[in-house]
């Protein structure tokens, strides 16, 4: 358990105790309270009514016989209104001794000597009102005789009631008194003896932390306070522990904490001496690097300059190449033109041939008609020839018809013989028209081709300008980079410098930590 929770503890329980010893004497003072407070309240009003119900009493028998001895109307008077007073006084207390008898904690006995009181007084009441009565009559004798009579035997036996009643009333509340003294006592001896034990506890408690707070310093505080200011002055030599320092004491701690400081030190010491040595190798290593930087820096802005020179090369190629795309373009297009020309040729040509093969099948019908009509003139001509003289004239228009037919026949076969001609030049025509038509669209796959290839020729070169691009703007970088790199290693430098210097001024500081090893060290040298 921790010192914390062991002093909370340790407090939690006193605090407990105390509380417990407090409790304790609330409670003995409320009870003590109680019973006086009861005993006020309850008994000693009890005992007050019943010596007021003695006085009240005794007020009425003597008055009652002073009214028997007086003579005066004035002295009847009064002594008569002194009889009533004690009368209505006697009963107002009587009341109000009732009402308190009635409380639960009454006890069986004080409520029967009441009533023996209230029987007693409902007897002598009413004759110590006769007597008044009688006197009031002036019937002196007769009063006499029954205050004598009657009267004093009442009157004897009301006071002994209601002095036994005060009796018993004074006797219970002598028994209280006693039984709060006792009941005092008892708390007393009951706190006394809590106090006792919480002084023991307090004490084993005080001794326990006491020992617990020892072996968990290991040392007096005072002791603790000067290693930790040796310690802080840089005196790191090993504290010597006594055999009973616990092993997780402050003091071992600060201990271990010594030697592992020490350690430190001296392993501060020797990488200070590393980083010196370290530094001034970054210093001469940081001016080389500085010159091939410089060199570099040069030479990037050679290259710098020669590829904007190719990148303005690059960009005219691209511009031509894409001035030869126009024209390949162009060059297809026309092409394009001139196969659909020659196709038209090619259709107007076929058109041609099929004409011609109408006026050859159309010729055919007229030579046949020629050499129907040739053979109708010779039949014309035959029965010319039998009519005579009288056929002579449709013998004459025969021969014109037949001359006519003959004529129109060997017409015919002329055509026929240009039509063949004409038939054979065109199939000719046509057939070199389809070859150039042939020859038309293989020139326009090629000037495709072309245009492909000079398109691809302007898309490359168009990368290129783009790659070259890229490359002169990564070299423009580089060369911003390589002298941004210069200006580091000149901060660098700079830094090796001031590292060197912060490492010399470290271990300034670090020569300040005396240890044994140091010591040993500093008499060697």
Not at 306 to 335: D, F
Request: glycine share 6%; net charge negative.
């Amino acid at each position: 358990m921790s010192i914390k929770n062991k002093l909370i503890l340790s407090f939690a329980l006193l605090m407990l105790i105390l509380f417990g010893l407090s409790g304790m004497a609330v409670r003995g003072i409320a009870v003590t309270q109680g019973s006086f407070e009861h005993f006020v309240s309850n008994d000693f009003r009890r005992a007050g009514l019943a010596r007021e119900l003695q006085a009240a009493a005794d007020a009425r028998a003597v008055a009652a016989r002073n009214l028997l001895l007086v003579t005066a109307p004035a002295d009847i008077e009064a002594e008569k209104n002194a009889v009533m007073q004690a009368h209505e006084r006697m009963q107002e207390r009587l009341g109000r001794l009732r009402s308190l008898v009635q409380a639960p904690d009454v006890s069986s006995d004080e409520r029967a000597l009441f009533a023996a009181v209230e029987q007693i007084e409902a007897q002598y009441g009413p004759v110590a009102l006769a007597i008044v009565d009688m006197a009031l009559k002036d019937q002196r004798e007769a009063a006499i005789r029954k205050l004598t009579d009657e009267c004093r035997p009442l009157l004897a036996e009301l006071v002994r009631k209601t002095s036994a009643y005060a009796a018993y009333i004074r006797d219970r509340g002598d028994a209280n008194v006693e039984v709060a003294a006792q009941a005092y006592s008892s708390t007393k001896t009951a706190l006394l003896s809590a106090c006792a034990l919480a002084l023991a506890m307090a004490g084993v408690l005080a001794w326990r932390i006491i020992r617990s707070l020892m072996r968990a310093l290991g040392a007096d505080p005072a002791e603790l306070r000067a290693v930790a200011q040796r310690v802080a002055a840089g005196e790191l030599n090993e504290v010597t522990l006594d055999a009973g320092v616990h092993h997780s004491s402050v003091l071992a701690s600060l201990a271990e904490m010594q030697t592992a400081l020490a350690q430190i030190v001296r392993q501060v010491r020797t990488s200070v001496e590393t980083i010196a040595a370290s530094s001034a190798q970054i210093d001469s290593s940081n001016t080389d690097l500085a010159q091939r930087t410089e060199l570099q820096a040069t030479r990037l802005q050679h290259t710098s300059a020669t590829m904007e020179q190719l990148h303005g090369t690059v960009v005219q190629n691209a511009e031509h190449a894409q001035q030869a795309t126009s024209l390949a373009t162009t060059a297809s297009q026309s092409a394009e033109h001139g196969g659909q020309v020659v196709g038209g040729v090619v259709q107007t040509m076929e058109d041609i041939a099929a004409g011609s093969r109408r006026i050859e099948s159309i010729i055919g019908v007229i030579d046949g008609i020629a050499f129907q009509t040739n053979l109708l003139a010779l039949n014309a001509a035959v029965e010319a020839a039998r009519a005579g003289e009288q056929g002579r004239g449709f013998a004459v228009v025969a021969a014109e018809v037949r001359m006519l037919a003959q004529r129109s026949a060997e017409a015919a076969k002329e055509v026929k013989q240009l039509i063949d001609t004409s038939m054979g030049q065109v199939a000719q025509g046509v057939e070199q028209v389809q070859e150039a038509g042939v020859t038309m669209a293989q020139l326009v796959g090629e000037v495709k081709s072309v245009a492909a290839l000079i398109a691809e020729i302007s898309a490359a070169s168009r990368a290129q300008t783009q790659g070259i691009g890229e490359v002169t703007v990564s070299v423009s970088e580089l060369d911003r980079a390589t002298q941004q790199n210069a200006g580091l290693v000149e901060e660098m430098a700079g830094a090796s410098g001031s590292l060197r210097v912060q490492a010399s001024s470290l271990m300034e500081a670090v020569s300040l930590f005396r240890t044994a090893q140091g010591h040993r060290q500093l008499e060697s040298a």
